[in-house]
């Protein structure tokens, strides 16, 4: 531009000036004579004095900033820019412009540019990434500042742009919300996102999204009723929001759900929800986001109580959630709660506890989805006669851990389901019947039930729907039988193979949506505690258990079909049959025992009064007062669900104890935990410490075969008041029977709950290890437990073992090596012979076990050997190439495929 300048201020001087540089010169090629420099610099700087000099342009701008993506100027990626844009003005001589960028009303050095066309502008005065990546984060306020010049003069009149804001906008920060209800906010980016630009068009839409991560502000250690004390949940989305690659400037929905706690709230609840950006994301733009606002969420209550409660208690006297009382005299597997649309369902077990005269529950089995939760304390259903383990069998098959949360506090249960749905049972210290079973149905339930437990809705007429009808019936007797399940029914949950797809029940009257839910709280940044999402929840409720590990999950073994290794976590499962009177009718029970209706009633009307439970109170003294406990346990149990789901209760007093109505009804009724005097444990204090754990056994009648297991830890099943210890005595099995090596340790002991505790299996003396491999011995353990650390139980004992070479007796305990044929290894020089070999070698082989099998029966007696010959096997269907499973350490999983 310079020189230009020159050649036109050098060709408009007179021609006495300097003649042979004007006229041609800007055609022709100019010829400098001496002496010229000094003339050519006066007359350059006098005529550039001259232009500069030139007004600057008038023009009027209106500079908007515009969020575009461009490609980066390596060419690798494809980011988010800012432009300053504007109407190009008529002027009469090419203008040239200069920019300015200010972010939060500072100026950028790295980001003014000068001089630029305006055809250039986009390109060249683009605010990209790399200004502001280092110094600002987005949800910041831009905005450029422009003026245009002359070449030859002074810049003009500034005008600067309206503040854009660059980052995410939320059209509102505060909502009220009723719990179970959806409000939706709206999210709107202002910024595209980045991709690589080597990604085609399909693969920049799939791995290109803008995500953020939703948090709520809040978390509660504690539970209460079962689920966490939570205020918001957010439809099924992993706790986040993604914005389309191509379509990012269009809002997205942030979907809020009030919170479901099953409980009358006095107040609302309160969180806050943040938002963050993914830690996926592909470029520091929005890799770097800061929310500074968040968005206040209030939850108020609508519900009028705390759910439907549905009860069954010995023996077995039925309340349904709309509050009708009734009899089940009956024996088999009911129905007690089926949700009409997703896959919720508990049944119960009754049998004869008075035979011919009342049944009691000796079961209770809960199903969601594709979980399912057993415990079971009879073996026999029947009308004549009682048939009772002596501790309960508990069973978890299910790989969610989310689909079903138990909590086993000694001899009482809680179970909570996705939807809220809250089952609690006890069992009873007379005879092991289980007191009562039972279920509270959160409000969302409502007119969503069938089973015994009727239709939640309120209207308590209309409660005896059967099975597979719209309309009521009036006899008790027609609907109970509907809702029985037939004996084998693959409707059965206690059967071998109980029938576990995710289906819902059909239902024609039903309209309830299928929709899953998050939880999405925590304290900690998603960079912390990136795992904080809880999601795929029936309903916007999360159930939580502080005691998951309380029970067996047997999922392993019952789904990793091709799997030839499997958990030490496992029990054995005990028979489960029918009576052949198992449908026979139970007669009316008489007063017995010297008991009349007058007596009845004065007993029970001195223990309670004013309450329907008065009756049922008279009508089990008939016989005698065995079930009373179980009455009044059951009556405990309903006042504290129901105080315990309205919040109102919650509130302290203003008495001199304060506590809350619900703390005092816990401390002093259904939840009441003794505190036993020295000496003494268990629930009622009235086990002596000095009485060691009995009743005990172990899975496998304690064979441990490390072709299944690793066979590192063992389970004990029994009763135990509290922790005990463990003492560990080292034997050798050999085929004379145990050998004890006079060493012994004290063993691990994890407690679990009050019948399965798990017993770290010692490691064997190195002495011991030495001899073993030249004396061919199995390790094997005897312990004992004790309360006091001085008086033992009898021993328990356990072999460790190896089933593909090794056979173990668990009545005696001896040992055998197997016969096996040794590996031979082939080689290129007897190949040709190999045929005629094997054929030697296996008849040899066959020769040699017959023998050595009659050799070893003529030197012991029949006994109940385990090998991998004579242990019970269970074989894989044809699609797994008929290999053998497991041996059958729990019958009950074993068969499931």
Known sequence: MTALLCLEIVSKQPASVCPHLTGGCLTA??????????????????????????????????????????????????????????????????????????????????????????????????????????????????????????????????????????????????????????????????????????????????????????????????????????????????????????????????????????????????????LEPGLDSNHLAWKSMQFDDTVSVYVYDKDTSGGGICSSYNDPHMQTFDGRYWENQRVGEFVMYRHKTKPLSVHALFSACVPGYATCNCGVAIKSGESLYVVRTCTTLSASRTNLL??????????????????????????????????????????????????????????????????????????????????????????????????????????????????????????????????????????????????????????????????????????????????????????????????????????????????????????????????VCVEKLQGDTDFLKATLDTLKKKCVTTASRDESFQQTNNTSSGYSMVVNLKKWTFYKTCSCNDGYIGEDCSQSLQTPPDQISVPSYGLCDQRYRPCQTQNIIGVFHKQPVALAEHFKATENGKEYTNFSVMANVTYRQMNLITVTIPTVPSSSRKRRSTDGSIDGWDISFSYDNSTFSNATSIVVYNGATESCDYTTYTCTKLAVAPETEESSSTAAIAGAVVGVVAVAVIVGMVVYIKVIKKKRPQSAKVSNQDREMLTRGAEDGGSPRPPSVNNWVSTRK
């Open 390 to 615: 002596s501790y309960p069998f508990e069973l978890m098959d299910g790989c969610d851990p989310d689909a079903i949360a138990v909590q086993k506090t000694g001899s009482r249960y809680r179970v909570t389901l996705p939807n809220g749905l809250e089952v609690t049972f006890a069992i009873s210290s007379w005879q092991n019947w289980i007191s009562y079973v039972q279920i509270v149905a959160p409000t969302a339930d409502f007119d969503q039930t069938e089973g015994l437990c009727g239709s939640f809705n309120g209207d308590s007429s209309d409660d005896f729907i059967p099975k597979g009808q719209q309309s009521p019936v009036a006899d008790e007797k027609t609907f109970a039988l509907t809702w029985r399940v037939r004996k084998g029914s693959s409707d059965s949950l206690f059967i071998n193979k109980p029938t576990l797809s995710n289906y819902s029940p059909p239902s024609v009257t039903s309209t309830a949506p299928s929709t899953y839910y998050c939880t999405c709280s925590s304290y900690l940044s998603v960079a912390r505690n990136p795992n904080y999402p809880h999601c795929k929840l029936e309903s916007p409720t999360e159930p939580c258990s502080d005691t998951q590990s309380q029970v067996v999950n047997v999922c392993n073994q019952s789904r990793r079909r091709r799997s030839t290794f499997g958990s030490d976590d496992v029990i054995d499962s005990p028979s489960f049959s029918y009576d052949a009177d198992y449908e026979q009718e139970l007669l009316v029970a008489d007063w017995r025992n010297g008991w009349n209706e007058t007596a009845a009633t004065d007993f029970c009307t001195n223990a309670f009064s004013g309450d329907p439970a008065v009756a």
């Open 29 to 274: 090629p100019c010829r400098i004579m001496p002496g010229d420099m000094d003339i050519l610099f006066i007359l350059f700087f006098a005529g550039f004095l001259r232009q500069m000099t030139t007004d600057p342009p008038t023009v009027t701008l209106a500079p908007t900033v515009v969020a575009e993506r461009e490609l980066s100027l390596d060419g690798t990626t494809l980011e988010p820019v800012m432009k300053c844009t504007f109407p190009e003005p008529a002027a009469p001589s090419v203008l040239r412009y200069n920019i300015q960028w200010s972010i939060n009303n500072a100026n950028l050095a790295n980001a003014s540019f000068t001089l630029i066309d305006y055809g250039n502008l986009g390109k060249n005065a683009a605010l990209r990434p790399d200004h502001w990546t280092r110094t600002y984060r987005l949800n910041m306020n831009v905005f450029c500042t422009v003026s245009a010049q002359y070449t030859n003069s002074a810049p003009g009149s500034t005008f600067t742009s309206p503040t854009f804001f660059a980052g995410l906008q939320i059209n509102q920060t505060w909502v009220n919300v009723d719990e179970g209800q959806t409000v939706a906010i709206e999210v709107k980016s202002t910024l595209p996102t980045a991709c690589s630009a080597s990604l085609s068009a399909s693969e920049r839409e799939s791995n290109c999204k803008g995500t953020l991560h939703i948090r709520t502000e809040e978390y509660w250690p504690w539970c209460w009723n079962g689920v966490k004390y939570l205020s918001a949940a957010f439809p099924d989305n992993g706790c986040r929001l993604q914005f389309s690659y191509n379509y990012w400037y269009e809002p997205v929905q942030l979907n809020i759900t009030g919170y479901m706690d099953g409980m009358r709230n006095w107040w609302y609840k309160y969180t806050r929800v943040k």
